[in-house]
């Protein structure tokens, strides 16, 4: 009851107790922050990341389908560059679809999640570009494998770390290359590949641009998962 000018006014908040210990749309999630490498030391590390889950936009709705995040980023050249991502492979869009509607539309293995990352000539592409017309790996260092080589990391990156490069720089054992004769081949559409990468943290050797895409969830036309990187001279990077 409030006390309104001497009036007593009666109001009601609608509630269902039944539902106050129910959790709808859970979202939470659980990571861990590792401690930085003194050569990560008093840098900026900017974390380019993936969001959304596999489906068209009706079944993945209220969530969005999948998407680098941030699929814009511009960065100063002295500052450090985490590109990773987690999956799942055990995506389940069945049942009562709830707002949306059930189905998880995509390419690959059902109920699987899977991303790389590719430099594109420009963004109204739809392809990446070879290897050898490549710019971004010969701009760009691994902070914490420095023996990795442009062409390691280009593997890796493409693969979703299917492949630990193209051959041993010192992070995985053998006959995880992709010059190892018994390792055996990429599915093309990485059903093979792992669901969650943790890449490399990346410093700039030089500044320039870098649009990019994964090549397995660029498809129909409501679906295009790429995005733009700017690297800037620094202290020339604006408010994003």
Known sequence: HRRVREAVVSTQS??????????FQDRSHAFIILPRTSAMSGKIINNLNVRGKRG?????FP?????FVPNKLTVDEDELLHIQWTGSNTHNNG????????????????????HNFLQMLQSD?????????????DMVESVNYPNA???????????SGYYCGYKSYGRCAEGSHASDSNKAALNQQLNNAPASYFGHVLKFKSTGTCVYMCSRNNNFTNRSQKGTLWVKPSGKTQAQ
Request: proline share 5%.
């Open 56 to 60: 068209n936009i009706v079944q993945t």
């Open 14 to 23: 609608t509630g269902n107790t039944n539902q106050y210990g129910r959790t």
């Open 149 to 159: 080589s442009p062409l390691d990391l280009a593997i890796e990156y493409a693969t």
């Open 63 to 67: 969530a969005v389908e999948y998407d």
């Open 125 to 137: 592409l739809n392809y990446p570009v070879p290897y050898e017309n490549s710019t971004f790996w």
């Open 95 to 114: 049942g009562n679809g709830g707002d949306g509607q059930t189905g998880d539309a995509g390419d690959g293995t059902g109920g699987t999640d899977r």
